[in-house]
């Protein structure tokens, strides 16, 4: 086996644009983990949003991770191994900035999110990842009040302003936060240090399974750095371009990519 580790990005990546994974990639994970290798999901979706999709794909043990690899908990029992949030300074930065934009702005903690807009972007963001947010029109008062511990930030985007927004964000809040983004529309502020890199490191040093042996496969700006770090590194094809200039590009999420990268790279001497 090449790899022992495959990481693997959800959405873009193993899901598919109807919010299904195939059977063929169920079945490569399940060849690869039959064979010893361990696969993990690395996401930057909340916790409370990955783990009930793990057990669609026979993830019932191991590793979750969200929120970037902010946060790390045990699949079965829900236990957290690891769990980093902002400073209350730096969330309070992030949050303002997004809020003097007039953007629609999310704040998450461990296990929930609060919105500052009820309309249907957040419906279909809450149908997409099966969750379900509380709307607070003033974010950086509730959290200057409440005092929450805030893991994420982040603006939902028009597509075509993304770039724009990506880069004035990196502009206006600087060095001490990673900005990212997870899909075509979302703008995600972390705070410095948690990105899918660190997730590599953590998973690296908890099942003591060396850089060289881990794959990793992602479609998104926020797969960039989990894709530097790891010694096998492939991009679907739906990919960012930034990605797939660094990775052996595999098949698009619709045509079972992560399928591909097991079977034909991970799974061979």
Known sequence: MR?????????GTLVRGDGTVSEENIRAIEAYRGAG???????????T?????????????????????????????????????FTHTHALKAIRYFEKCGYHVH??????????????????????????GKIERNLSDMVASKKPEVVKVLAMVGESEREKVLMKT??????????????????EVMPKGQNKA?????LSSYYRIPHERIAAIGDQLNDLPMLERA????????????LKEKATVVSSCEENGVAEAITKYALGD
Not at 3 to 11: A, E, I, N
Not at 198 to 202: E, H, I, L, Q
Not at 234 to 242: C, L, R, S, W
């Open 107 to 132: 704040v998450y903690t461990v296990d929930d999110f609060w919105s500052n807009m009820d309309d249907e972007p957040l419906r279909l963001y809450e149908k997409i990842c099966g969750v379900k």
């Open 198 to 202: 660190g997730a590599v490191d953590f």
């Open 49 to 85: 949003s990955i783990l009930p999709r793990l057990g669609e794909i026979g993830l019932d043990d191991g590793l979750a991770v969200a929120y970037q690899g902010a946060v790390i908990a045990d699949v079965r029992t829900g236990k957290l191994l690891r769990s980093c949030a």
């Open 170 to 187: 990196r502009e206006a809040l600087g060095e001490e936060f990673f900005v990212t983004c997870s899909s075509s529309f979302l703008v």
């Open 231 to 242: 010694g096998g590194r492939f991009a679907v094809e739906n990919a960012e371009k930034a």
């Open 37 to 47: 290798g361990i696969f993990a999901v690395v996401t930057g979706r909340m916790l």
């Open 3 to 11: 790899y022992q580790l495959f990481l693997s990005d959800f959405d």
